[in-house]
């Protein structure tokens, strides 16, 4: 535990509130980067990449 607070420059107690402050200005918000969305043909025409569903229409005959 003291290993990663170290890593961290943290302490048990948690960050300072400069250094919190500084952190927040260095690295920004933590807030989860936004997905890009694929185009629905586009998610269609994959599901055709997997071999078993080739297989499977080669052998239906489509």
């Avoid at 107690?13 to 936004?34: C, F, I, K, V």
């Amino acid at each position: 535990m003291s290993v990663v607070l170290k890593n961290l420059d943290a302490t048990p107690a948690g960050l300072s509130w400069t250094e919190a402050e500084a952190r927040l200005h260095r690295y920004g918000l933590n807030q989860p980067l936004a997905r890009r969305c694929r185009p629905l043909w586009l998610q269609f025409l994959t599901r055709f990449l997997n071999p078993l569903v080739l297989i499977l229409l080669f052998a239906s005959g489509l």
